[in-house]
């Protein structure tokens, strides 16, 4: 069965800090996908980031960065300084490697402060 | 190039009754996912079409269904509505297997 486990229901910060979004993940297939989305209070979700699974390389978008690790089942979030604007409801998400049946997590709610 | 549209944005229906969802997949897009994200929850996959067929369901009874046209778009059709059916649906569309999902706004449903 797959199943996505977000740990950390609601994280607030102050602007400018670092905070980490946790996401841990169970699967028995080899080859699957990982995805993080972000949902502002007017409901859509914003596509952030996929990796496959034979791609354990970290990645840095601008502020964004990701860290995933097999060994742990972990894929982990970090947002790096912070802006209010960054407020949101994030979803991390599997889903099999023909993109089917997409499994979300239950969600982190951040709050950055001014 | 458009994004997801989903219609109506909101729709208070009463237990028991019918209702359609509809949604307009992204330009190059032929694959639409359905979403039932109730309120404080992450969204849970109904189903997903694909060429005009379905292509894998959640755990949902048959009362939900759905239909892709041949231009892509999507209906999302629940029957004999429950209260516990209130919930943003939320419509996803891809190029296949492609590089990711792209989600519209939802409609909210409330059942009273």
């Known amino acids: 069965a797959q199943k996505v486990t977000q740990a950390q229901t609601e994280i607030s910060v102050v602007e400018k800090e670092d905070v980490t979004l946790d996401c841990v993940y169970e699967t028995r297939d080899t080859t699957y996908y990982l995805f993080w989305y972000k949902q502002p209070p007017s409901g859509e979700l914003v596509f952030l980031i996929r990796?496959?699974?034979?791609?354990?390389q970290n990645e840095i978008s601008g502020r964004y960065s990701w860290n995933f690790q097999k060994s742990t089942s972990s894929f982990n979030f970090t947002i790096t300084a912070s802006q209010v604007v960054d407020s949101a409801v994030y979803f991390c998400?599997?889903?099999?490697?023909?993109?089917?049946?997409?499994?979300f997590g239950a969600g982190t709610r951040l709050t950055v402060k001014p | 190039e458009t994004g997801v549209t989903q219609s109506p944005t909101h729709l208070i229906k009463t237990r028991g009754q019918q209702v359609t969802l509809r949604c307009s997949s992204q330009?190059?897009?032929?694959?639409v996912s359905w979403y039932q994200q109730a309120l404080g929850q992450g969204p849970q996959f109904i189903f997903q079409?694909?060429?005009?067929?379905?292509?894998g369901r959640g755990n949902f009874p048959p009362r939900f269904s759905g239909l892709q046209f041949p231009n892509y778009s999507s209906e999302l059709n629940v029957n004999a509505l429950e209260l516990d059916d209130s919930a943003l649906y939320l419509c996803a569309s891809s190029f296949w297997n492609s590089y990711g999902y792209t989600f519209g706004s939802g409609t909210r449903l409330t059942v009273v």
């Open positions: 990796r496959n699974s034979f791609d354990e």
């Open positions: 079409y694909y060429r005009e067929e379905e292509n």
């Open positions: 998400a599997l889903s099999k490697y023909n993109n089917n049946d997409m499994r």
């Open positions: 330009s190059g897009h032929n694959t």
